[in-house]
RNA sequence: GGGCGGCUAGCUCAGAGGGAGAGCGCUUGCUUCACACGCAAGAGGUCGCUGGUUCGAAACCAGCGCCGCCCACCA
């Protein structure tokens, strides 16, 4: 036994390792990217996780994702970057930190706005480090020199600098709009940040008198009765002629009085409700672009927290929206203007970060045209500038595209970016990369910032290249940008990875990634949601102490490409903690079978045993699967792949046919296992980075990292399907003398074998062996008729041999009736091809010989 | 309303035109000198339903049914 390694205990433990590897590794400086290696370049930039809470299981799939790329592609000869970073998700921080003040019996306002961005920083601080720590601990090789926020000073000046540039181009946009507003946030949220949620509401059948004609009235349904205090119309579709001839007459609001002008409207359905629309452009969307249509007047009936703003209805005034619907309803009811109500199921807009219900009101908002950017985004895709895995995923991200909206920007926060426009005394309005300190028109030093932040995933559009040091024209920049693939889940492809596209295009000219993958999303065990809030959220770190980082990131290639959702599995996880088990093992036995000598690496024409020349091919095969996997974004083709290489053929049949050779000192079979095992843990190193590295160290010899070495080049010169077939019929032969073993209920061990017909001597004697029955010349008794080849075999402790091959007898007169009626069918000769029929004759004379080796007698 | 995905063993999931697979669980037997985180043997499936294409369908096409996701001016 080498000095090197003195005693391996008897099963791997993952916690003992891990974190020194890693320690190592970080010491050793092997994640650092150098701008100036003469090697192709690779990079990528982490999804830089909001800075609100710990990572979770998500985080951890698609960490495992990014690192298992990003290790291959090392041993693959490329300078990899891949770049860290967090966001500071402005929205859903400051609900964090609100959330936290008000456990506490304060307020962000009670504190002040200093001392709340000292909690903010406090916050990103330590939420921050504990984040890269969980990194760490999953083995994730982020070059942590570059790590960035996007609240960094230089981040910062990128923003700004893109608000300047999209300012410059007057793609930028302030006015009043009708939004998308959280009355808890106090901010608006974009379109894609409103999350639709299915609400049993009630549908009222309200009547609105017609000015005109004393006695008519227009029938109107809605489900927000309230909002009518805003009502500026009514409007019907242009073709209706239940309505045509009220167009351009006036309802008269009930409760308020309001002259409301009927107009019509193409957007009016005529199947919903009564085919009239109350509209009231201060609180509806649609409403609002009517209202613009057919210029009319713009109320806004509600103050930013919720509660109804009607000064002139002294009875609503102050009042919450919800509140005031009963009232409103009663009123109505008492005026007889309330005809009928009936259930009504939809869905209502809320907060996807606080999940307030959200009211669309009127508020001054800034907007960036988003027209031209989108249809730049949209042509580079259609020329292959952006691959998608899963390829339909890029049809999410087209439509829309396609009908894309301009993006309201701004967000009423505490926490966030500052809009970088100012106005001076003289009401000049400009916008400033650097902090201006006068008005570039008047010279002005009075100047006020505008007070609204921009949306987070504005700073996060920019990612790509920010974090390498946009607008500046850095080394990294010219070097790792174009970055080569993002990974993300699929509910922000419009929300960041189109986005990023877009600016990527409109800031550097080039795409910002060439590939997009799609992970899968990971549910709790019973197909929920996993949110912290709800607690069925699982910490990955709990995971990896039990289990094992490796564990957890096999599993996560194992499922991360492979189906849109996955549901978390635990038992899938203690699978591959015990595949780690189980190559500790295999590396114990052999490292403590080889002895001093240095062992040369089998060559492809060596005159070696079939077993070597088998696993040889073996190995070989699975290279070429695992490399096609990872390269075909695939990964869990090339896990599972590995997987059943290692553990059926290299451990359950490889080793034990080899054992006695080991002990023996057998040269070519210390000389192959060492060679699999070196093979297979620079194989595997992409997915299960520590135990490899372990064990790799404990294969003699000095050595380096596993990450700096090739990743297995293969050779198709071991391909050998000749020595395979044997292999699979020694196996065959040994499976079925285990099989009659235990039908016969005979001991484990023992009985004897005697060939028919002579076969490949070295052969029968391994088999023998692995079947644990001795080779002999002659049986004491009859014996059991075998199949596989021409033997029987005999086990001790029997009086008369038990009838163990009718069940085989039948299965393969079953198959053999199949397989003849195939051939007996015209159309299936005349017409299948040549190798299917081959195929199926060969077939049928295999199970026809087996009959007959079963029976001794020719079967027809 | 539009689009996409899923439905395969008890559970979680692979498989994408030529004999149904894995992990876990289950049954039986093994303290075999790498591993009981193990070894060996086994049971278990009309591949959601109905049609169609094909010599041949779990796979391709159409329709339907559940479950889920994304998008939509969603009164």
Sequence with gaps: MSQKHPQMPKSYDPQAVEASWYARWEEAGIFGADARSPKPKYSMALPPPNVTGELHMGHALQGALYDMWARYRRMTGYEVLWLPGTDHAAISTQNVIERQLADEGTTKEELGRDRFNERVEAWYASVGATIMEQFKELGASLDFSRLRFTMDPGYVRAVRTAFVRFWEKGWLYRGPRIVNWCPRCLSAISDLEVEWQVHHDTLYYIRYPIEEVPGQGVLIATVRPETMLADTGVAVHPDDPRYRHMVGKHAILPLVGRRLPIVADEVVNREFGTGALKVTPGHDAVDWEIGERHGLELISAMHLDGRMDVPDLPAYDGLP????????VRDLEAGAFLLKTEPYTHEVGHCDRCDSIIEPLISEQWFLKMGPMAERAIAASQRGQVRWHAQRYERTYLDWLRGIRDWNVSRQLWLGHRIPTYTCANGHQFASIDEPDHCPECASATLEQDPDVLDTWFSSALWPFATLGWPDDTEDLRTFYPTDLNATAREIINLWVSRMIMTGLEFMGAVPFSEVAIHSVVQTADGKRMSKSKGNAIDPREIIRRYGADALRAWGASVAMSSQDVRFDESRIEGFKRFANKLWNATRLVVDKLGEDSLAVPAPDADLDLVDRWILSRLQRTIEGARRG??????????NGIYDFAWHDFCDWYLEAIKPRLRDGDPAARAVSLHVLDVLFRLLHPFMPFVTEELW??????????MRQPWPAGDSRFSDPDAEARVDKLIALVEEIRRARQAAAA???????????????????LAADLAAVALVEELAAQGIALTEVAARVEFPALGVEPDTQTATRERLLRELQRSQAKLADEDFVAKAPQSVVDRERQRAADVKEALERLDGARVP
């Design 321 to 328: 929206s919800l509140a005031v619907r009963e009232l409103v």
């Design 630 to 639: 990872i390269e075909d974004f695939a990964p869990q083709v090339a896990i």
């Design 697 to 706: 160290h404990r294969l003699p010899g000095d050595r380096d990292f596993v």
């Design 747 to 765: 001991p484990s061990r023992g009985g004897r074998l005697k060939l028919e017909q002579p076969w490949e001597p070295g052969s029968a004697a």
